[in-house]
């Protein structure tokens, strides 16, 4: 399975539809690939704080629409990476989406631990409540965002309902880069996992964003990492590789908490 990791900028003085254009011409180019994934929040700009509420769509809104119609022209599966959504109730969340080649969603994931450090996120948006995954062609996929990262739980949960791939867009800045290349790694490798992480880069406002999209495989292996720039990352991976390391080295048969067992 190839896939392209779309690291770019959302510089908050760029007009949306200008990026949006931009973006999709990027994504017109990657022809070759299975699986192409985007950054968390990349058309909005993660820290348009006072632009949320105008700028949030419903899921069968245009956005969504314009992102089915890419998956559909390139025939690859195209994590959006996420989206500001309106719920049916009005509340707002930040979403991530999976469409497959035909342009159907097969996954949405609404972030469950929204950021409140030197972020109004939290206060915005609504956190999300379910975390699944999805049976797809490109492997049993499970989705988080950003933030997640720093939640092992969560990636136990997904696991638990057959997880091989986690797919993790994210707005995470410079200032804690080490942090970011410490937990995909993590999260890569205590879960057995495949990690495909794409984050954003540049300033938006005062914080500058610190890229290093990174692709982890599941024995903690960093199969390509991006620089600091703008840039699309391939990579190729192969699912049978979960299946393989997880019989050689079955820790995750020895877990105990599940049961209570060792822990009374
Ligand atoms: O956890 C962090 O350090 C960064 C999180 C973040 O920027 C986000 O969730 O958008």
């Not at 992102?67 to 049916?88: T, Y």
């Amino acid at each position: 399975m190839k896939a392209a990791l779309v690291q770019v900028a959302s510089p908050l003085d760029e007009p949306v539809e200008g990026r949006i254009e931009r973006v999709g011409d990027l994504v017109a180019g990657l022809t070759d690939v299975d699986l192409v994934v985007l950054p968390e929040l990349w058309a909005p700009g993660y820290f348009a704080f006072d632009r949320y509420d105008e700028l949030a769509q419903h899921l069968d809104g245009p956005l969504l629409s314009t992102i089915r119609g890419w998956a559909r022209a390139i025939g690859a599966h195209l994590h959006a990476g996420s989206v500001l959504e309106r719920d049916p109730t009005g509340r707002l969340h930040n979403t991530a989406v999976l469409v497959d080649p035909t342009g159907e969603v097969l996954l949405d994931y609404r972030k469950i631990h929204v950021f409140g450090y030197q972020s109004l996120e939290s206060k915005l948006l609504s956190a999300g409540q379910r975390a699944d995954v999805a049976d797809t062609a490109i492997g049993q996929v499970g989705m988080t965002t950003c933030y997640d990262l720093r939640f092992p739980e969560l990636y136990r949960h997904l696991v638990d309902q057959g997880a091989e791939l986690v797919i993790v867009p994210a707005a995470w800045p410079a200032a804690r880069l080490e942090h970011w290349k410490l937990f995909t790694r993590t999260r890569a490798v205590e879960n057995q996992v495949f990690l495909l992480a794409c984050n954003a880069v540049g300033k938006q406002g005062d914080v500058e964003l610190a890229g290093h999209s990174v692709v982890v495989d599941p024995w903690g292996r960093v199969l390509a990492e991006a620089g600091s720039g703008e840039e699309v990352l391939y990579t190729e991976i192969d699912r049978a590789t979960v299946t393989e390391i997880r019989h050689e080295f079955p820790v995750l048969q020895d877990r105990r908490l599940r049961n209570q067992a060792a822990f009374g």
